[in-house]
């Protein structure tokens, strides 16, 4: 089994910043794509921001150069780091990760529990 657990969200102030970050465990052979969803309330869950296993990253237009996504491979952990935030971003922040397993060698799409993120003042 593998679980994926979140931690970082809370309350800011517009133009503020937080980080999120997602730790991977349990039956691992590879973690492979990593990334970052959100949903507000009403909309459908979107992309924010993904990284492969290699470092390559892509972003929501949305976001662009304001979130940063990132990962430590040793540690199977994925972050956000969330800079100029805007009351727009107001959403729970999900994790997922494609991960293969150590137990069948197939690969898994897992999610986070999701962590809300407010942005008011």
């Known amino acids: 089994q593998v679980q994926l657990v979140e931690s970082g969200g809370g309350l800011v102030q517009p133009g503020g910043s937080l980080r999120l970050s997602c730790a991977a465990s349990g039956s691992i052979f590879t973690v492979n794509t990593m990334g970052w969803y959100r949903q507000a309330p009403g909309k459908q869950r979107e992309l924010v921001a993904v990284?492969?296993?290699?470092?390559?990253?892509n972003y929501a237009d949305s976001v662009k150069g304001r979130f940063t996504i990132s990962r430590d491979n040793a540690k199977n952990t994925v972050s956000l780091q969330m800079n100029s935030l805007k009351p727009e971003d107001t959403a729970v922040y999900y994790c997922n990760a494609d991960i293969t397993s150590a137990r069948d060698g197939r690969q898994y799409r897992y999610w986070g529990q999701g962590t809300q993120v407010t942005v008011s003042s």
């Open positions: 990284i492969i296993s290699g470092g390559t990253t």
